[in-house]
């Protein structure tokens, strides 16, 4: 483990104590408010307490309803997932098996396939998870196992499983299981300020939620530095049985499976108006990978960073020939379309995208267009006195943290148009909106400002100008 890694996980880990004691802390007040308000009602003829106090009591017990809820979280697996098992994908299992006995880990307790390009090994989250081990579940899409070969499926498992070898998960079981919990409390931050009474009664409530905001904003922030590192570290532990040119070939032919699987979804869509079904998807998936490679462009920046990290590329090993018995398992049990009023087949479909891919390739291409550039200069003005943090939006999406000490520069592709440009904190915080427009082919600057607020305690967070580069 890297000392970057080992200081990320130690800053998680001290988030999530921070707030199982903030929890704790919470329960005793409202315990104490419940005892208090027993006690006002039980010697109310000892004490001149006013009785609207009573309210104090009952803000405590609505706090303890809503953790209580909480506690009782419970998630489903999406419908499109479904149960496999060894004796119906004996291929898969077979390639499963190897690699939990290599990495001497414990079995996987489910397998579940699903339509879409997926590969995860996964936990569902319950709150027990933060004390005894979870059981491990996996999930892989028919996208990729109906696509890769047994060595790249075998390289993507190895992944997979990787970041359980390196004991990395329990991290993410923790941050996951926290913000489940976390979920319902997050959702009542919008409640409205209605009458005095309303008010004192959510005072706690809305109290903890802010303070459930805070803590998770930080975990986030720290957890997403700390996933990539677990990426490359999975990455590690897959090159180590598997070999770099094996692992490169399969992030590189997951990133293309993925692209054409959208084109494949979008040309779906174009077909359904007229009531046209396609006989095999995956047939149809398998044919547009014999044309269809999309560009650098279009590929993910990290997984561009992860197969480069693993050193050059050789061609010609991504022309390697590998057993394809996982593929040929996949490709019986999909059952073909026969219930529409009319079927194409797959081959007609994937030569009639030929024309789709070159209109949704330059779609996208159009869409990251032009390069924005967000930016505030550090300690731009004598105050405010505090780092406050907030996020930055563009059409409404959140592209990044911005704070008013520190500065910071936000770098995001877009398409060529109108936009806008706001910022949005739970409090403290107003955003006049900076609308503009850019042109294709120049990149922009787009400089920020914020204005100070001192009688209500307010800043205004706003776009002061943009000019091209």
Not at 115 to 123: G, L, N, T
Not at 141 to 155: K, N, S, Y
Not at 198 to 221: G, M
Not at 269 to 286: E, G, K, T
Request: aromatic share 12%; net charge positive; charged share 25%.
């Amino acid at each position: 483990m890297s000392g970057k890694t080992y200081e990320l996980k130690k800053n998680i880990n001290k988030s999530i104590m921070v707030y199982i004691i903030g929890c704790c802390c919470f329960i005793l007040v409202a315990l104490v408010s419940l005892w208090f308000g027993y006690y006002k009602i039980r010697y109310h003829n000892n004490h001149e307490l006013p009785t609207q106090m009573v309210l104090i009591s009952l803000a405590g017990g609505l706090l303890l309803w809503e953790m209580i809820k909480a506690f009782r979280l419970k998630t489903c697996l999406p419908k499109k997932f479904k149960l496999i098992t060894e004796q119906e994908y004996p291929a898969l299992f077979d390639i499963i098996n190897e690699v939990i006995s290599t990495l001497k880990l414990s079995p996987i307790h489910k397998v579940y396939i699903s339509p879409d390009p997926i590969a995860a090994v996964f936990i569902q989250p319950k709150l027990s998870n933060l004390i005894f081990e979870p059981q491990r579940y996996l999930v892989v899409g028919l996208g990729f196992l109906t696509q890769m070969d047994d060595d790249e499926i075998r390289a993507m498992l190895f992944h997979e499983f990787g970041h359980y070898a390196q004991d990395e998960m329990k991290n993410t079981i923790s941050v996951y299981t926290i913000g489940q919990f976390s979920r319902s409390f997050i959702s009542i931050k919008e409640l409205k300020k209605q009458g005095t009474w309303e008010t004192q009664l959510k005072a706690q409530l809305l109290i903890f939620t802010y303070f459930t905001i805070w803590i998770c904003n930080r975990i986030n922030r720290a957890y997403s530095k700390l996933a990539k590192q677990m990426e490359y570290d999975a990455d590690d532990i897959a090159v180590k049985y598997v070999g770099g040119s094996t692992l490169q070939r399969a992030l590189l032919h997951a990133a293309c499976i993925r692209y054409n699987y959208e084109v494949l979804q979008w040309g779906l869509q174009q077909l359904q108006s007229q009531n046209i079904q396609v006989d095999n998807i995956y047939q149809a998936l398998h044919y547009v990978g014999g044309y269809s490679r999309p560009s650098r462009r279009l590929l993910s920046s990290e997984v561009v960073r992860r197969v480069e990290r693993i050193g050059k590329l050789r061609y010609e090993v991504a022309l390697s020939q590998s057993t394809c018995k996982v593929r040929e398992d996949a490709m019986g049990l999909i059952p073909f379309q026969t219930d529409s009023i009319s079927v194409c087949s797959a081959y007609q479909f994937a030569q009639w995208l030929r024309v789709g891919f070159k209109i949704y390739a330059r779609q996208k291409e159009l869409d990251i267009a032009v390069l924005l550039e967000i930016h505030l200069d550090k300690k731009k003005h004598k105050l405010p006195l505090f780092d406050a943090k907030y996020r930055i939006m563009l059409d409404g999406k959140d592209i990044g943290s911005g704070n008013f000490i520190k500065g910071y520069t936000l770098k995001r592709r877009t398409s060529p148009g109108k936009h806008i440009i706001t910022a949005y904190a739970p409090s403290g915080i107003i955003s006049t909106p900076f609308e503009f427009e850019v042109e294709i082919g120049k990149d922009y600057k787009v400089e920020m400002d914020y204005k100070v607020y001192l009688k209500d305690g307010i800043y205004d967070v706003f776009g002061e100008s943009i000019y091209p580069q």
